[in-house]
Nanobody
Framework: QVQVVESGGGLVQAGGSLRLSCTAS????????LGWFHQAPGKEREGVSC????????DNAASVKGRFTISRDNAKKTLLLQMNSLEPGDTAMYYC???????????????WGHGTQVTVSS
C-alpha cells in the first residue's frame, strides 16, 4: 500500500524559513517524479516545484523562485522543500505528490498526501 505523508508545516513570521518533508512508502521511490503543490483558501491548487525521477527540476510558481528549493533523497525516500524568506502570500496547505510519469510533474492520477499547513504571519 502506497503512503505519502507530509510534515514540517507550521506558523512562522514573515521572513522566516520552514522545511517541508515528504516520505513515500510502498513504491519504487527513485522511479517516481515528485512534486510540491499548494492551495490557499478560496483558490485552486497550484504547482510549486517538481523534481523529475532523473533529477530535473521544474519550478512552476514564479512567486517562489529564488526562495524555495526542492530536493530529493532517494536513499531516505524523502522529498524536501526548503522555504526561505516566507511571505504571508505563501500561506496555504502544501501537498506532496508522486507519480511514475514522463511528465515533469505529478498529475491527479498520482499518489497524494493529505497536506501540511503553512501559515505565515505579517
Amino acid at each position: 500500500q502506497v503512503q505519502v505523508v507530509e510534515s514540517g508545516g507550521g506558523l512562522v513570521q514573515a521572513g522566516g524559513s520552514l522545511r517541508l518533508s515528504c516520505t513515500a512508502s510502498g513504491l519504487t521511490f527513485d522511479a517516481y517524479t515528485l512534486g510540491w503543490f499548494h492551495q490557499a483558501p478560496g483558490k485552486e491548487r497550484e504547482g510549486v516545484s517538481c523534481i523529475y525521477w532523473a533529477g530535473g527540476i521544474t519550478d512552476n510558481a514564479a512567486s517562489v523562485k529564488g526562495r524555495f528549493t526542492i530536493s530529493r533523497d532517494n536513499a531516505k525516500k524523502t522529498l524536501l522543500l526548503q522555504m526561505n524568506s516566507l511571505e504571508p502570500g505563501d500561506t496555504a496547505m502544501y501537498y506532496c505528490a508522486a507519480e511514475r510519469t514522463s511528465r515533469p510533474c505529478p498529475t491527479d492520477a498520482g499518489y497524494w498526501g493529505h497536506g501540511t499547513q503553512v501559515t505565515v504571519s505579517s
